[in-house]
């Protein structure tokens, strides 16, 4: 179950250096150099629920699912994945999500597919790949075992897709 209760979002518009200046001052920026992209957001999405999120280009879209996964931490309001904060970013939180975006992508073109998964389960402490019954199921499903040896460059989009969401739930 994820609930977010009036969530605002703000981006600062200062350049980077100044936001460095004000990180080691230890001083906030200005009202009018904050840019707010999510406003008083509200929602709640019942466990085992599918959701999809519409709207034009710079919504927020991304934006929410961001704070959401624990990536950015929330400027105001509250937000629970299950019964877990995510800007806390608990092992038991990130051990239980995946964050899979079509237009980023996560596995490292010059490395084998094969040895980047198992570079991840080790992480979360899984199975090795030659016992672990969920990502050959996975594999298996896609028709995948052939782009193991491979690395990412080397697939065509769909192919890399399928990888990509592969690794993003390996661990789970």
């Keep these: ?22 990180i080691l001052t230890n001083s906030s920026p200005s ?13 709640e999405i019942p466990k ?15 934006t929410l699912v961001k ?11 509250e937000i629970l994945v299950g019964n877990e ?9 990130k051990s239980s ?10 596995l490292d073109d010059g490395v ?11 992480i979360f402490k ?5 016992d672990n019954k969920f990502v050959k199921e996975m594999i298996i499903a896609f028709e995948a075992e052939e782009f193991l040896d491979r690395t990412p460059d080397s697939l065509s989009l769909g192919q890399r897709m399928i990888m990509e969401f592969i690794y993003a739930i390996c661990h789970k």
């Design 1 to 22: 179950m994820i609930k977010v209760k009036n969530l605002t979002q703000f981006y600062s518009l200062e350049p980077d250096f100044i936001k460095m200046i004000r």
């Design 85 to 93: 904060i995510p800007a806390d970013l608990s092992t038991k939180f």
């Design 67 to 77: 704070v959401i996964s624990g990536l950015l931490l929330p400027s105001n309001g």
């Design 97 to 106: 999500i995946a964050l899979f975006r079509g237009n980023v992508n996560t």
């Design 48 to 62: 085992g629920e599918i959701c999809g999120l519409i709207g034009p280009n710079g919504a927020g879209k991304t």
């Design 126 to 130: 899984k199975e090795r790949y030659e």
């Design 31 to 43: 009202q009018d150099k904050l840019h707010k992209v999510l406003h008083n957001i509200s929602l």
């Design 112 to 122: 084998a597919i094969i040895d980047s998964l198992e570079e991840k389960l080790v």
